[in-house]
Structure formats: structure tokens, C-alpha cells
């Protein structure tokens, strides 16, 4: 439980904490947060999954239902995503600008 805090509920709550201290500082690279948090995604997936190699491969078949779970969570997580577009009013889409940092 205590990783869970760690790696879920403080970044969480850091990044909320930065967002409503510092909303404009913070809205001005939009464009990279998935970005870094892809990256980030990829460093904590490889760290877990990491060490238990030897593990997972041991699981055999099951593991390929295993990977089938979470594509198909992760889908499902996208399909909400894209649901909810509906019911909500937003930007349609968040635009480049090369100079922000000049703003």
C-alpha cells in the first residue's frame, strides 16, 4: 500500500498542487505533459516489470492473457475518454505555439 501512495496519489496531488498555484506557468507546456508522462509510464512499467522477468515468462500462455487484459483495460479507458467528449465542452484541439515561452 505504501507504493501505492508513492507512485499514484503524491504525483497525483503534486501535479493538481501545480496546477491551481501556478496555472499559467503550468498551462504554457500542455503540448509536453503526455509526452513526459508516457516516458514516465514506460520507466515505472519497466521497473516493475523488470525484475520479475523471469516470472512472467514463466507464466507461459497465461501471460499473453495477462498483456490481452490490460490492452483491452487501456482501450476501454480511451473509449470513456472519447465518450465523455460528448457530454463535455472543451477545446477541440490545443494548438503549437513554437514561441511560448516568449508569452
Given at each position: 500500500?505504501?507504493?501505492?501512495?508513492?507512485?499514484?496519489?503524491?504525483?497525483?496531488?503534486?501535479?493538481v498542487w501545480?496546477?491551481?498555484?501556478?496555472?499559467?506557468?503550468?498551462?504554457?507546456?500542455?503540448?509536453?505533459?503526455?509526452?513526459?508522462?508516457?516516458?514516465?509510464?514506460?520507466?515505472?512499467?519497466?521497473?516493475?516489470?523488470?525484475p520479475n522477468?523471469?516470472?512472467?515468462?514463466?507464466?507461459?500462455?497465461?501471460?499473453?492473457?495477462?498483456?490481452?487484459?490490460?490492452?483491452?483495460?487501456?482501450?476501454?479507458?480511451?473509449?470513456?475518454?472519447?465518450?465523455?467528449?460528448?457530454?463535455?465542452?472543451?477545446?477541440?484541439?490545443?494548438?503549437?505555439?513554437?514561441?511560448?515561452?516568449?508569452?
Open positions: 500500500m505504501p507504493e501505492f501512495f508513492l507512485i499514484v496519489l503524491v504525483p497525483t496531488v503534486d501535479v501545480l496546477r491551481t498555484r501556478f496555472p499559467s506557468q503550468v498551462s504554457r507546456l500542455d503540448f509536453a505533459w503526455p509526452a513526459l508522462g508516457s516516458v514516465l509510464h514506460l520507466v515505472l512499467l519497466l521497473a516493475v516489470v523488470g522477468g523471469a516470472t512472467i515468462i514463466g507464466y507461459g500462455c497465461y501471460a499473453i492473457v495477462i498483456a490481452l487484459a490490460a490492452l483491452t483495460l487501456n482501450l476501454i479507458g480511451y473509449a470513456v475518454g472519447m465518450t465523455a467528449k460528448i457530454f463535455t465542452k472543451g477545446p477541440d484541439n490545443l494548438e503549437f505555439h513554437p514561441n511560448f515561452l516568449e508569452n
